[in-house]
């Protein structure tokens, strides 16, 4: 596997099979702007057409591609001739993520389509396996009314919009599974009770089967059990004896295997990880494992300046959380860009707090958009359930909804991921506009007018007992909802730039308020404000604005290529300085 395949690494570690085969590396590639691909059956026919040559899963705006084409495609086609070893059982193909709409043909037969940027999707292709066979994959991303997040239709993007992306920009996969095969399996911890809930789902017949869970802690086995199918949907209870609930000071992981049987027959065969943890609320504060828990994070949008969308190597993810880790961070906002499961696989292990945000800029709240953004939404929180990284749920970021059908879109999707995640805290729609939500997160970027301001301003907030003290930035809450003593974060802030750092990649630079003389005002500055939000007991969590520079914004603790603008231990203090002010009032 490892070799001179790009991103070599198994896509889901958080459900692994040991049969698989990456189809990542050299495919035919070639632009199709005026949408006449289909019409002449280039799926039947790709080495005619396809002529150009791409490194998948880098997408074609990527310096890593191949192509490094950043202006406005409609289309894209991609073909990969390979031949697949055979194998009992049966045959899956699947996509991590393809930008926007999708479909795919295996030798010559259209599997199906696809809508939505983000989200992964798969095909079984058992019987239309051959010695040598020919996958064609068409995606046409017109960037119209849809989920773009922080992608530009523009070739050459400023402020906090950033270079779109166009087609394949996660792993491609083969996976052989059993003739009846776990489809999907979800793991929920329940902390107070010392169990772990696992609910599975079989595809196939399930008579006569039985199926083993296998629970192990640093190599040695803590739980067993075998069950006998007599439903394709399973739930059950396992204890956790053996009790680590996992944090970010203590990231303990779980690994499970679940094995399907036909008596000493292994008909199939998946492994994962969960962290024994609970989120909740309780007296106004986010509570992890029951104790309340103050978030010291920082905004994160997964962008590189080789790859764009994709990270250039799995060390690359490794080392952001890392970086994280070294700040003195609890967490991190991933925003309008779900993660890679690679990064929430580092975050589980490394130990680090994950807000996971849908990329929603771009798509209007119109009604015909609900179930679209439903179905990929969802998808994804599926995708992502078994990760104990994540804390909340953010399919909306600073939407500004004036009609009733736009504030019952966001109410609607925000019920809809409670029903579907209850153990998972969600914020309807980050910054601003709050309707429905269990955190009551707010961008403010005021503070330049000084914390004296700051801090008048929030004890206007104690005094009054409601947020309407802070209508001098932005309405908190939309029109008809009223805060319900929720949990307060300052979920964006700063946003600063210092005089020396200009943009790596030819763009305008863009930060927040003044550029600063050098880091060691940076320094001052981040400790005067954050300090500041720390003695306002309304307040659990800050999040500052950004890990690292993206494109035209310098205002990053490193720069977009990672290197250190600010000495990480020196903010590490601050943030040391930081929970030893709020542990004195929880």
């Known amino acids: 596997m490892e070799g001179s395949i790009p991103r070599p690494e198994h896509p889901r570690p958080d459900r692994y099979r040991e049969d698989w085969i990456n189809l990542n590396g050299i495919w035919g590639f070639r632009f199709d702007d005026y949408l006449v691909g289909e019409d002449e059956k280039w799926y039947l026919d790709p ?88 996958l064609v994959v068409r995606a046409k991303d017109e960037m119209l009314d849809q989920p773009c997040g922080k992608q530009d239709p ?68 803590i739980a067993k059990k075998t069950i006998e199918l007599t439903s394709p949907r399973i739930c059950l209870d396992v204890d956790i004896e053996y009790l680590r609930p996992w944090s970010p000071e203590e990231p303990n992981l779980y690994y499970v295997e679940l094995v399907l049987l036909r008596g000493n027959e292994v008909v199939d065969k998946v492994t994962g990880y969960f962290g024994m943890r ?137 019920r809809r991921t409670k029903r579907l995640d209850p153990t998972r805290l969600v914020v309807d729609n980050s910054g601003y506009y709050h309707t429905e939500t269990d955190i009551v997160d707010i961008h403010d970027y005021t503070v330049w007018k000084g914390v004296e301001n700051f801090k008048s301003k929030w004890k206007r907030v104690r005094e009054v007992g409601d947020l309407s003290p802070l209508k001098e930035h932005v309405k908190v809450m939309a029109n008809g909802f009223k805060y319900k003593d929720q949990p307060i974060v300052i979920s964006e802030f700063g946003g600063w730039g210092i005089k020396k750092y200009r943009p790596i990649i030819d763009r305008p630079p863009c930060y927040y308020g003044r550029i600063l003389e050098d880091e060691y005002e940076f320094i001052n500055k981040y400790r005067d404000v954050v300090l500041a939000i720390a003695e306002e007991p309304t307040i659990c969590g800050f999040c500052y604005t950004q890990l690292y520079d993206i494109e035209g914004e310098i205002n990053g603790f490193l720069t977009y290529d990672r290197k250190w603008k600010i000495d990480p231990s020196e903010i590490f203090r601050i943030h040391q300085r930081v929970r030893e002010i709020v542990s004195k009032r929880l």
């Open 47 to 134: 080495e005619s057409y396809i002529d150009r040559k791409i490194l998948v899963p880098y997408p074609p705006e990527s310096e890593l591609s191949g192509i490094g084409d950043p202006s406005p495609h409609r289309c894209a086609w991609y073909y990969r001739i390979f031949e697949l070893p055979p194998r009992s059982g049966r045959v899956l193909l699947h996509f991590g993520a393809v930008d926007y709409e999708t479909k795919v043909w295996f030798n010559g037969v259209e599997l199906g389509s696809h809508r939505g940027g983000f989200s992964p999707f798969y095909y079984e292709i058992t019987k239309l396996v051959e010695d040598q066979n020919i």
């Open 154 to 221: 523009n070739p050459w993007p400023r402020g906090t919009k950033y270079t779109r992306v166009t087609g394949i920009w996660q792993t491609v996969w083969i996976e052989y599974v059993g003739e009846t095969f776990i489809e999907e399996f979800y793991l929920t911890p329940l902390l107070s009770e010392q169990k772990v809930r696992i609910e599975a789902v079989l595809n196939g017949e399930y008579h006569n089967l039985e199926l083993e869970i296998v629970i192990s802690f640093t190599g040695f086995e």
């Open 278 to 414: 609970e989120v909740g609320v309780s007296n106004r504060e986010i509570t992890l494992n029951g104790r309340p828990y103050y978030l010291i994070m920082a905004l994160d949008q997964r962008y590189y300046p080789k790859g764009v969308y994709t990270a250039p190597t799995d060390e690359d993810l490794r080392r952001d959380v890392e970086y994280a880790k070294r700040l003195g961070l609890n967490g991190i906002r991933c925003h309008q860009k779900p993660a890679d499961p690679r990064f929430l696989y580092w975050c589980d292990k490394i130990g680090l707090l994950v807000w996971e945000e849908m990329g929603d800029w771009g798509m209007s709240l119109r009604q015909e958009n609900f179930e679209p953004f439903w179905n990929e939404w969802r998808t994804i929180v599926l995708r992502d359930y078994n990760h104990p990284s994540i804390i909340a749920w953010v399919p909306f970021n600073e939407k500004t909804p004036k009609t009733e059908e736009e504030k019952n879109f966001i109410v609607e999707i925000y």
